[in-house]
């Protein structure tokens, strides 16, 4: 019988996991409302329909005769699967009835602190809040949507006149008038990548998460992702813990697992935790870990016989790996941009992804183009690689048809 696999999603993500599916023999539809995205020219067949648009993709579903569904790396393509999937009674690892608990933030803060798990101070506000309910909160504080994704609509506020300013902002999008407002944290920034196998966890790496200095009302941007963070001997254990407590309360047995979270004086503060991979660090991840995250994916649904073997057989290098993320400036015309291909001759770097060509225009809301481009690169230490990231940072020039950098300056953050 020939298996026919579903891929909700082809941003450039999804590109090596249609390239898999196909190898292994698998026909292949991919399903994305963005017109263009990268993964969809590598499917047997694809559909241009909203991932949000589950009747549809279930019908598609049924005309193509599909035997699996799989996606990663956002929080929209996991919810829409655990719906698409309980439908159809496609083998999936999340269950519908409690999907709430990884999509809406007020629910999973909750349950969290109920479990013992540190989080910022947060609540749930609804439009006409009274400045009662935030009696005790200590400012700045993050304003979200309760189930956003690709932090969208998240903005850092100092008092609740700006709550108020930014409301409408937040919920743009939102099928409710309601926010989630908490506490800023100041400790040092995480992700975890992890694969949850019978029910255990089994963490493939944890990894600094470095970002510019706050400015204005925006949050900070993400510039660096290094693994393994600085201070994993310290945390491995209670971050573990901290994922083991909540697949245990969710039931969760298998299916990979993520969390971003803050350590302040050893302890972990947990911001969320996804049911799903982190976007753009797939490559990264695989490189720290030596283990394919989209053949974990692929394995789990066609083969879940497999995984734990893999995974216990996982055995870090003792390289130091990361992802420089470089934002572009909007509205600049892109012109010359051999600076960076200049360093994928760099005995650093080990992959460069380039977002635009020369001549096109910067548009940070682009669906496909989240980054102007993305260095991955590794080092046998964590000084050297340092180093050679500031370089690039200070030093880094593309031109724009204006005549200016279209890259904005980068922070490293010292420990």
Not at 119 to 124: A, D, H, N, S
Not at 227 to 241: Q, R, W
Request: charge should be negative; charged fraction near 30%.
């Amino acid at each position: 019988m020939e298996e026919r696999l579903l891929v909700l999603g082809a941003s450039i993500d999804f590109v090596e996991l249609v390239k898999k599916s196909k190898d292994r023999g698998y026909y292949t539809v991919v399903c994305d409302g963005i017109v263009g995205a990268p993964a969809k020219k590598f499917a047997d067949k694809y559909y241009d329909v909203d991932v949000r648009k589950t009747d549809s993709i279930i019908n598609i579903c049924k005309k193509e005769g599909i035997t699996g569904i799989i996606g990663s790396y956002s929080e929209v393509l996991i919810e829409n699967i655990t719906i698409i999937a309980s439908c159809l009674k496609l083998k999936w690892y999340l269950n519908k009835d409690n999907i709430e608990i990884y999509r809406e933030k007020n629910v999973q803060k909750k349950i969290l602190a109920e479990l013992g798990i540190d989080v910022p101070r947060g609540k749930k506000l609804q439009e006409g809040f009274g400045d009662e309910e935030l009696d005790g909160f200590i400012f700045p504080v993050v304003i979200k949507p309760l189930n956003g994704y690709g932090s969208r609509g998240i903005f850092v506020v100092d008092s609740i006149e700006e709550i108020r300013m930014y409301f409408e902002k937040v919920t743009f999008r939102s099928p409710t008038k309601e926010i989630y407002v908490e506490e800023f944290c100041e400790g040092h920034e995480h992700n975890v990548h992890a694969w949850v196998c019978e029910g255990e966890v089994f963490i493939l790496g944890i990894a600094d998460r470095e970002r510019n200095p706050r400015k204005d009302k925006s949050i900070q941007e993400l510039t660096r992702i290094v693994y393994p963070a600085h201070d994993l001997n310290c945390i491995y254990s209670k971050v573990n813990d901290v994922l083991s407590r909540f697949v245990k309360y969710t039931g969760q047995t298998s299916g990979p697992i993520s969390m971003q979270f803050f350590v302040k004086k050893n302890e972990v503060i947990v911001n969320e935790i996804a049911g799903r991979f982190l976007g753009y660090e797939y490559g990264i991840v695989n490189n720290y870990s030596g283990i394919d995250l989209n053949d974990l994916l692929l394995d789990y649904i066609y083969d879940d016989s497999r995984i734990r073997e893999k995974i216990m057989a996982i055995k870090p290098s003792g390289r130091i790996y990361e992802a420089i993320y470089f934002l572009g400036k909007n509205g600049l015309t892109v012109k010359n941009q051999s600076q960076i291909e200049l360093l994928k001759t760099n005995t650093f770097v080990d992959e460069v992804t380039m977002f635009y060509k020369n001549g096109e225009v910067i548009d940070v809301n682009n669906n496909i183009k989240a980054y102007f481009a993305i260095i991955y690169a590794s080092s046998d230490d964590r000084r050297s690689l340092d180093e050679f990231t500031e370089r690039v940072f200070n030093d880094l020039y593309v031109e724009s048809v204006e005549g200016v950098n279209v890259l904005k300056k980068f922070y490293i953050e010292k420990y």
